[in-house]
């Protein structure tokens, strides 16, 4: 694709993240791409995602250039422009993100000469019984080093329909969105619906929606399932519930999961990839599902989201199993696949995945 406008992202708190925002802009100027900081970060009241994009002259690529919170910022702005994101590794776990440092003046050539492969992830939005505010005195509880905070997501106004179905809220999230009790000691007490049915009522310490993309984040340490991000569904994922039924609970993309503060609960956050943009008193209600929109993550190869997993959460063997033997490769990787596997997606062992276990 003919990349023209570049937005970074940069963890500006992180040396090497600035020296590689420098290669990026110096790529830049030597193929007449335009390139602007998207300065996240900046001093004072926080902008939306279109206010940051608008800013930066509508870019087609975005460059992140940091950690996972890095590339969900970037994500955010991306889904808003309809942009390609580019998640360069200077984090310290760099789940999300695809390419190493060194790598990123080669990543860039691949975006410019289309050998890249574009992967299509699934977004969250949100409906909500009411405008989401945040009361002003939280921002200084929270602001321990964080930077400012965004500002509540804005009402859509392509999408009005009855009161019955509350308010569409500008929201995209790639991970996922957390309802969290606000009292340190104090569940929240919550309805939950999937597809407008009743599932049960929680009392918990949060209760979080996540994609695919997000159950290996805040869902995965509560426990829930880890999915694979070529999959599409709703993780709905109770933080500590004070119940029996603790499962996690796996929605259809079609399918709503709404959660409901009841009347006897104390007020509730609203976390969207780990931002708070929200406060739910009892009695209001958010709905959360698939958005229309989706991510377009660039790709330099076949994804290899397995072996990510073990490698980048270090994923340990049983001590009993590594006493019992090595764990060879499964499958040759010189012959192609017989016929009843060819429709299989299998990326290529890469070179350094024959280690044993
Ligand atoms: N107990 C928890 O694990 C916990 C608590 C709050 C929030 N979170 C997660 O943090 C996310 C925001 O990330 P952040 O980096 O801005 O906050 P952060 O700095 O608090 O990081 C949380 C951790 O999650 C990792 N992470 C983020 N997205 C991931 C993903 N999709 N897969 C695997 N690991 C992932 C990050 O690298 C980091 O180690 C939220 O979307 C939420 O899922 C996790
Ligand atoms: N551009 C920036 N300038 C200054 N500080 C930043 C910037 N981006 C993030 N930080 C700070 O760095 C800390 C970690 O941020 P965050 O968790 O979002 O980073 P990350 O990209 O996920 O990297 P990591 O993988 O290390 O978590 C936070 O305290 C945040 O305030």
Redesign the pocket.
């Known amino acids: 694709m003919t990349v023209n406008r570049v937005g970074l992202v940069v963890h500006g708190g992180r040396a090497e993240a600035v020296a590689a925002a420098r290669t990026v802009r110096a790529w830049c100027a030597e193929h007449g791409v335009r390139c602007a900081d998207i300065d996240v970060w900046q001093e004072g009241a926080r902008h939306s995602a279109r206010e940051e994009v608008d800013s930066a002259g509508d870019p087609d690529l975005i460059v992140t250039l940091g ?7 970037g994500a955010r702005l991306a889904a808003e422009n309809d942009a390609l994101v580019l998640g360069v590794d200077l ?6 993100t695809e390419v190493p440092a060194p790598a990123v003046r080669e990543a860039l050539d691949a975006v410019r000469e289309e050998r890249i492969n574009i992967e299509s992830r699934m977004l969250l939005t949100l409906r909500a019984s009411c405008r989401l505010e945040v009361p002003t005195q939280m921002e200084a509880l929270l602001r321990y080093g964080r930077g400012p905070m965004l500002p509540p997501p804005r009402v859509r106004s392509d999408c009005t329909a009855g009161s019955d179905w509350g308010v569409a809220l500008d929201v995209t ?4 969105v ?1 309802v969290e009790k606000l009292s340190r000691d104090r569940q929240v007490s919550v309805a939950v619906y999937l597809a407008g049915r009743l599932l049960a009522c929680y009392s918990a310490d949060a209760l ?1 929606v ?1 994609t695919p ?10 426990g829930g399932p880890v999915v694979s991000p070529r999959a599409e569904g709703l993780v709905f994922t109770p ?1 500590a519930p004070h119940m029996v039924f603790n499962r996690s609970v796996v929605a259809a993309p079609d399918e709503p999961v709404a959660l409901r503060v009841l009347q006897g609960s104390g007020q509730a956050a609203v ?5 708070l943009r929200g406060v739910l008193s009892p009695g209001d209600w958010i709905g959360v599902y698939a958005a229309p929109r989706r991510l377009k993550a660039v790709r330099l190869g076949p994804t290899d989201f397995y072996g990510r997993l073990r490698e ?2 270090h994923l340990t063997d049983a001590p009993a199993a590594l006493a019992d033997g090595d764990a060879a490769p499964l499958w040759p990787v010189t012959t192609p696949p017989p016929a009843d596997l060819a429709h299989l997606a299998l990326p290529p062992v890469p070179g350094d995945a024959s280690r044993t276990c």
């Open positions: 950690g996972d919170g890095t590339f969900l910022r984090g310290r776990v760099g789940f999300l999230a790639l991970n996922d957390v979080l996540a993309t997000g159950s290996t984040a805040y869902s995965f340490a509560a933080v976390s969207i990839d780990g931002q980048r959460m």
